[in-house]
T-cell receptor, first 113, second 114 residues
Framework: GESVGLHLPTLSVQEGDNSIINCAYS??????FIWYKQESGKGPQFIID?????DKRQGQRVTVLLNKTVKHLSLQIAATQPGDSAVYFC????????????FGKGTRLSVIA | SAVISQKPSRDICQRGTSLTIQCQVD?????MFWYRQQPGQSLTLIAT?????????ESGFVIDKFPISRPNLTFSTLTVSNMSPEDSSIYLC???????????FGDGTRLSIL
């Protein structure tokens, strides 16, 4: 399946605050999830990933939470900076690899300086 | 991570013409993927390109409109044929190194049809 949204939801946060971006995925068989950041004029850039055998994974200033029961992902960004302004997509996949990604609708993060 | 280069980065084309988009990966990969992203929207899979076999197309995309080549393990092309204004979009290719590895994307080709 595919997810296509007509209008991207927007999240506005003050610089320095924490951001939480949510995503629902569709396939309960998916076992690998990825968050991407897309800046204007660029392709999606990998941020962080998580396997289904985990419910939390931390990176530098970012944390991904996975709730398989309700098929929900969230991306938390600590101390949000102006450079974090972008569109964020979650994508579901299979850990075995070599399969296409199914993208969520995307959220536009706007950081207010 | 795989480095993916796409060209052209953008083009403005006349209705009825065709454009071929190239995607180069800096290492050998089994699968490459082509996506379309319409303005303000998410990414939609067009097709999966496996070296040595015909591309597999998603519902709503056909080979006559979007022929794909995959001549080797580092390169693929997508052609947008007989273009109409509805084909104005961003076209992106991606590839991953396999199990447990995230796919990486090129910066896309921004296509406008007049």
């Amino acid at each position: 399946g595919e997810s296509v949204g007509l209008h991207l939801p927007t999240l506005s946060v003050q610089e320095g605050d924490n951001s939480i971006i949510n995503c629902a995925y569709s396939n309960s068989a998916s076992d690998y999830f990825i968050w991407y950041k897309q800046e204007s004029g660029k392709g999606p850039q990998f941020i962080i990933d998580i396997r289904s055998n985990m419910d939390k994974r931390q990176g530098q200033r970012v944390t991904v939470l996975l709730n398989k029961t309700v098929k929900h992902l969230s991306l938390q960004i600590a101390a949000t900076q102006p450079g974090d302004s972008a569109v964020y997509f979650c994508a579901e996949n299979f850990f075995s690899g070599n399969t296409p990604l199914v993208f969520g609708k995307g959220t536009r993060l706007s950081v207010i300086a | 991570s795989a480095v993916i280069s796409q060209k052209p980065s953008r083009d403005i084309c006349q209705r009825g013409t065709s454009l071929t988009i190239q995607c180069q990966v800096d290492s050998q990969v089994t699968m490459m993927f082509w996506y379309r992203q319409q303005p303000g929207q998410s990414l939609t899979l067009i097709a999966t390109a496996n070296q040595g076999s015909e591309a597999t197309y998603e519902s709503g995309f056909v080979i006559d409109k979007f022929p794909i080549s995959r001549p080797n393990l580092t390169f693929s092309t997508l052609t947008v044929s007989n273009m109409s204004p509805e084909d104005s979009s961003i076209y992106l290719c991606s590839a991953g190194r396999g199990q447990g590895q995230p796919q990486h994307f090129g910066d896309g080709t921004r296509l406008s049809i007049l």
